[in-house]
């Protein structure tokens, strides 16, 4: 099974001139969805994670269940103001203004193998703040792991210190 053809291209959205990769499809399709998680599972074992962090939100669909199937703790980080305790916080920069993310200030005893994990590397800048309310908890490592990257986009730059998979390339 080709997962890429699973995945649909929508242009012009949310702006003109932006090509939107629709995973909604990918998941809809439960021998798709199946083979995803397989294929990410195979190089997340690799980095033997003892956490899984993934982002806020399409990051979680692929996240928990990596998380589940590893038999490890899932963190999620979320926009700000959708965690209901004490927080660290991380504002990065996106084409039209700022976002905030934040992660629990109690997610994760320090010293740990992170996987962190999300949907898409374009740019990079929100990867680059996960991975640093990440670095709060002085991990042992972090891993950095995408279902899709785009590469023109060049975001893996942004990123180059750490270990970066991607299971798709666009």
Do not use: W
């Not at 090509?19 to 969805?33: G, K, R, S």
């Amino acid at each position: 099974m080709i997962i890429k053809e699973k995945i649909r291209v929508v242009p012009d959205f949310p702006t003109p001139g932006i090509q939107f990769y629709d995973i909604t499809t990918l998941l809809n399709d439960a021998a798709a969805f199946r083979e995803t998680i397989d294929q990410m599972m195979l190089i997340a074992k690799k980095h033997n994670p003892d956490v899984v962090v993934a982002l806020e939100s399409r990051g979680f669909f692929f996240g928990t269940c990596l998380a589940l199937q590893l038999g490890v703790p899932f963190v999620p980080v979320r926009k700000k103001g959708k965690l209901p305790y004490k927080t660290y916080q991380e504002t990065y920069s996106l084409e039209y203004g700022t976002a905030t993310m934040e992660i629990h200030s109690d997610a994760m005893p320090e010293g740990k193998r992170v996987l962190i994990v999300d949907d898409v590397l374009a740019t990079g800048g929100s990867m680059s703040a996960a991975v640093k309310l990440v670095n709060h908890f002085h991990p042992e490592s972090i891993h950095l792991l995408f279902l899709m990257e785009l590469e023109a986009l060049e975001g893996r730059k942004k990123l180059s210190q750490y270990s970066v998979d991607s299971l798709l390339f666009v």
